[in-house]
């Protein structure tokens, strides 16, 4: 038996127990979890604490007036792009914050190549529609042309192929293996576009359409344990619902770029998929490396006139102008608030910094509630110490982000009992439709992704106590979360991972999107943020963790031999 099959097996008999485990701690917490998209949990119930009775105590959390105070006090900084100083400037606004809470605060510094565009343009020189084009966003981290911009034919390619993932979404190894065999056909489809092109695109300025994969609420449905619909209106998600949203271009663009580059345009356009009002400002993808060509995005009405005018090959004049800047310093936050001292274990509460809008990222405003929270119940009520970490690189290539925590704190993953994640607070849903572009009136839809072990009990009866409607706890695919609270559930550590992705999540808009932002619901997230931590303190760390958190804490990184 080879070595890979023997990790497989290893990791299966590790992370999944049978349904019937989950049904034993369903059955035990009064948990309605449809056994159909139920994921395999380990039968051992032993030491859980069970209620439907919300632990927090709202009078010392923050009210929605005062979290709509926090929340502009934080755009009033402007957009929070990884290195920049309004990204330092709230920093050290939550480093005097926590130190105000009683929080032993300290930092851990990184270096990497700050890239800040300042302006970008495309011109058509030729033909019926020369003049002006309306761009929506520049692509971040991609090569600065100067003032002088460049100059070129523009070819058009075709549509960017869709993702599509192969293989059966309940296996978790089938899922990272078929995740890398997409990227790889991505690649060789893109390419094989390009040199269909008549007389190549060398030299060329490149139009392609970006689509936005039409996900919809059902295919998220193999990864569900739990869906808390609680009210009598239609509190979550059907299956058949809309999922469709801009940032998920962020999951695959950067490897069309990067097939790109090889051709040898001098520039790309993309077209998004998407209405004017919800292209405009789109900061995606991010964290990747700085390319060598520039690229823009327009809206899809924009560019069927691009399209129609591109039959011609007219001359444009693409610029983008940025600011790149290597060795650029950016400090992650990291905080110590005692408990009572009975134990040395820790729970890890953890958010990054950077982002564009009132949404992303509002998790340190969480953080800092949950600092003043738990300072003003005292140490004795809680037996662990709680790690704040809040850290930087969402947006900057290069830097480590939750995985840089993992790596400058063993001793601390070694003490975590459980980590806890937060993202997005306070979201709404707006859809991109025939309709336009328009909010239902609904919160976001919410994603509470999970460790394969008993944690899922108190985050389902937390989600239940707080009355946490339209949200979903799910299994992670193998070692991955989609949140960036990954890095902790790999490490070992039973792992609690929040995140609302809505279509503006990552836009740079004039308003920050504060008319998108709903504080009732950032009052209630903050309500189940206090509840969940208070309830994984009671809990013993041998039974949080038992099952894939064992797993990854003892089996290293045998998965990346799988292709």
């Known amino acids: ?87 330092n400037a709230w920093i050290d606004q939550l480093e005097a ?7 032993s605060v300290s930092r851990d510094h990184f270096t990497f190549t700050r890239w800040l565009a300042q302006s970008w343009s495309l011109d058509l020189l030729e033909g019926a529609s020369a003049g002006a084009v309306p761009i929506s966003s520049p692509f971040p981290y991609t090569a600065p042309t100067g003032p002088q911009g460049v100059t070129a034919p523009l070819v058009y390619v075709g549509p960017v192929p869709l993702p599509s993932i192969p293989g059966n979404p309940l296996d978790l190894l089938s899922d990272r293996w078929a995740l890398a065999q997409w990227r790889q056909g991505l690649a060789t489809d893109v390419k094989s ?15 392609l359409e970006a689509p936005v994969p039409p996900l919809m609420a059902g295919d998220f449905t193999p990864f569900v344990t739990y869906t808390q619909d609680s009210t009598e209106a239609k509190a979550v998600a059907d299956a058949d ?23 040898g345009p001098i520039g790309a356009v993309f077209i998004l998929d998407a209405s004017p009002q919800n292209a405009a400002g789109q900061y995606t993808p991010y964290a990747q490396p700085l390319f060598s060509i520039p690229a823009l995005y327009v809206d899809r009405d924009t560019g069927t006139t691009l399209r129609a005018a591109a039959k011609g090959t007219p001359k444009a004049r693409l610029t983008l102008v940025a600011d790149v800047a290597p060795n ?44 003043r929270y738990f300072a003003a119940l005292g140490p004795k009520a809680r037996r662990r110490t709680l790690v704040f970490s809040a850290f930087t690189g969402h947006f900057g290539p290069g830097l480590p982000q939750a995985q840089g925590f993992v790596d ?12 806890v994640t937060v993202e ?24 509470a992704w999970h460790s394969q072990t008993p944690i899922a009990v108190p985050l389902v009866e937390s989600m239940r106590a707080n009355s946490f409607d339209r949200c979903s706890a799910l299994r992670p695919i193998g070692d991955y979360m989609i949140a960036v609270g990954g890095p ?9 991972s929040y995140i609302a992705g809505p279509n503006y999540l990552v836009d740079l808009a004039p308003n920050n999107h504060l008319d998108k932002l709903d504080t009732n619901r950032f009052a209630m997230e903050l309500r189940w943020f206090a509840d969940i931590t208070q309830r994984l303190d009671k809990l013993p760390k041998a039974v949080l963790q038992a099952g894939d958190s064992d797993v990854w804490a003892h089996d290293g990184d045998s998965l990346t031999a799988i292709p």
């Open 193 to 207: 576009q390009l040199a269909a092109v008549p007389g190549g695109v060398k030299g060329s300025i490149v139009l």
């Open 1 to 87: 038996m080879s070595q890979d099959e023997l990790t497989r097996r290893r990791f299966l008999r590790g992370a999944g127990a049978g349904a019937a485990g989950l049904a034993g701690l369903a059955g035990l917490a009064g948990l309605r979890i449809p056994m159909a998209r139920a994921a395999a949990l380990p039968p051992s119930a032993q030491g859980l604490g069970l209620s439907l009775q919300s632990s927090a105590d709202p009078a010392l959390l923050p009210t929605p007036d005062q979290i709509l105070a926090q929340v502009e006090a934080m755009v009033s900084y402007g957009p929070r792009l990884t290195g920049s100083d309004a990204q």
């Open 408 to 419: 400058d704190h063993p001793d601390l993953i070694k003490r975590a009992a459980a980590s």
């Open 97 to 103: 914050e926590w130190s105000e809470a009683g929080v």
């Open 424 to 447: 997005h607070f306070g979201a709404t849903e707006w859809l991109d439709n025939a309709r336009g572009y328009y909010p239902t009136g609904l919160p976001e839809v919410g994603s």
């Open 241 to 263: 619902d809309d999922y469709k949203r801009v940032w998920v271009v962020g999951a695959f663009i950067q490897y069309v770029l990067e097939a790109i580059e090889e051709a």
């Open 328 to 371: 650029t310093p950016s400090d992650s936050l990291v905080g110590i608030m005692p408990g009572d001292g009975s134990t040395d274990e820790v729970i890890i509460l953890n958010s990054h910094t950077d982002g564009q809008n009132a949404f992303e990222e509002n998790g340190g405003i969480a953080l800092t509630a949950m600092a």
């Open 488 to 496: 902790f559930h790999k490490a070992g550590v039973p792992t609690i």
